[in-house]
């Protein structure tokens, strides 16, 4: 059981837009910054979106972060097959004082 | 910035100790966090720990087993983690930054007896 909630899974296809969800508390999500990973399959996870909504360099605007209370949400716009991937999101829990994840998203693009 | 470099790992048989290290090659080291991450086969991401220049942080479910050091001089960083069972077979990731901005390669981890 993790302590963010995400779908197990979405799907939507090419060219279009999704929207994946991370819900919290207040120990984590509503206190602090929420971070996002693409795991591609049989790859390490990378940084995708940092401090809500940051995006590293190299990562294409079609990515996008926001937060919001207790929740937090991941865009992906103008979809490609190359996005197909498992996404989490992260934030630190002062409770815990743990960097807590969520249980991650598979996408599927269709 | 280059990702950290992982060293280590394998097949260990339960209650061995797990060592695994984690090489910085350029770039600052003592202003960033460095953490360790592991995600079991089929499974998300948990957090281990992570050392910092103010001290450490351990996920408390794993705390009594887990160590983690920085050796500053070298640029690396390790995990230390006792009394392995199988449910501790995983790959295992380093990661720089506040957020686990970067990651390490992976190191795949058995325990099997």
Redesign the interface.
């Known amino acids: 059981q993790s302590v963010l909630t995400q779908p197990p899974s979405a799907s939507e296809t090419p060219g279009q837009r999704v929207s994946i969800s991370c819900s919290g508390s207040n120990s984590n999500v509503g206190s602090y910054q929420v971070f996002w990973y693409q795991q591609l399959s049989g790859t390490a996870p990378k940084l995708l979106i940092q401090n809500d909504n940051r995006r590293p360099s190299g990562v294409p605007d079609r990515f996008s972060g926001s937060r919001s209370g207790t929740s937090a949400s991941l865009a992906i716009s103008g979809l490609r097959s190359e996005d197909e991937a498992d996404y989490y999101c992260s934030s630190w829990d002062d409770s815990l004082s743990a960097w807590v994840f969520g249980g991650g998203t598979k996408l599927t693009v269709l | 910035q280059v990702p950290p470099r992982q060293l280590g790992g394998g097949l260990l048989k339960p209650s061995e100790t797990l060592s695994l290290t984690c090489a910085v090659d350029g770039g600052p080291f003592t202003t960033f966090h460095w953490?360790w991450?592991r995600q079991p086969p089929g499974k998300?991401?948990?957090?281990i720990g992570?050392v910092h220049q103010g001290g450490g942080?351990?996920?408390?479910s794993l705390q009594s087993r887990v160590t983690i050091s920085a050796d500053m001089s070298r640029k690396q960083f390790s995990l230390t983690m006792t009394s392995l069972t199988a449910a501790d077979t995983a790959i295992y990731?380093c990661a720089r930054g506040y957020?686990?901005?970067?990651?390490?390669?992976?190191t795949k981890v058995t325990v099997s007896s």
Request: no cysteine; aromatic share 20%; glycine share 24%.
């Open positions: 953490g991450i998300g991401l948990e957090w992570e942080e351990y996920n408390p990731y957020g686990m901005t970067s990651w390490g390669q992976g």
